[in-house]
């Protein structure tokens, strides 16, 4: 039996299984292939079912309040370039689910692809898709890394415990979410403090704060004291400079 041919129960029943498991998947593995693979797929059988757009919009009006449905019809609006419809959707579910994880978590996503530098609302809604230093590792670092732009001290305690979370190292050392202002990547300027053959600490103008970075082979010049300019992303450990240029 195709989409088109089921009655909206047996859809959100079908996505609901799908959203689930996609769910639980995404917060231990974010951005693994199999996973951006999997998503693709629904989508593209959406887009090739004769009128499987349409029934799923109609399930979610007759089920506003339905995560699963919200969820699915939101991100195909996503992967189609529609963001302001999938926010919409969103928005519509998070405020029937109030305290539903998934959903909060999602809008966040969105809501960081549409106004990055929202710090505020950023920080409420990934509040709402996590229990403290439960799985829901990628929904705490994004807190954390909200917590550290607003200069909130708690984000230390975020990323230690992230450091101690059984994952993939891989994982953990990932560098993400760069520092943006303007619509733009952040430069900051400082100063080598400390030196090794793989990596270094930088004692940032202004803050003082001292931020670690990676010394591959491009960066063997810098030398101690060296005055650079770089950008700041985060890993599990925390904040981590990146793109240095020597002054």
């Given amino acids: 039996m195709s989409l088109e041919e089921e009655n909206n129960e047996l859809i959100e029943q079908k996505i609901q299984e799908f959203e689930k498991l996609i769910s639980k998947v995404m917060q231990t593995y974010p951005n693994e ?11 593209q059988l959406i887009d090739n079912t004769p009128r499987a ?11 506003k309040k339905s995560p699963y449905l919200a969820s699915r019809l939101a991100n195909y609006y996503q992967e189609n370039d529609n963001l302001d419809e999938a926010l919409s959707v969103m928005h519509q579910s998070v405020n029937n689910n109030l305290n539903d994880r998934d959903l909060n978590f999602k809008y966040a996503k969105l809501l960081m692809i549409k106004i990055p530098e929202n710090y505020v609302d950023l920080k409420h809604y990934l509040r709402k898709s996590f229990t403290k230093k439960d799985k829901r590792y990628e929904a705490q670092f994004l807190y954390a890394r ?34 943006i202002e303007h619509d733009k ?5 400082g100063s080598v403090m400390k030196l090794e053959s793989s990596y270094g ?5 202004v803050t003082g704060e001292t931020i670690y970075f990676n010394r591959g082979t491009d960066l063997q010049e810098l ?3 060296s005055r650079i300019k770089f950008k700041k992303a985060f890993n599990f450990n925390g904040p981590i400079a ?4 020597s002054q």
């Fill in 33 to 43: 292939s199999f996973i951006l693979e999997a998503e693709s797929n629904f989508n």
């Fill in 223 to 225: 030398r101690f004291n």
């Fill in 242 to 245: 990146i793109e240095i240029l």
């Fill in 185 to 189: 990547p952040k430069i900051f300027e």
């Fill in 146 to 179: 909200i917590l550290y732009l607003l200069g909130e001290e708690e984000n230390k305690e975020y990323f230690e415990f992230l450091r101690g979370v059984p994952l993939d190292f891989r994982i953990k050392k990932q560098v993400q979410g760069t520092v």
């Fill in 201 to 205: 600490f930088i004692k940032q103008d």
């Fill in 53 to 63: 757009l349409e029934s799923l919009k109609a399930a979610f009006e007759l089920n």
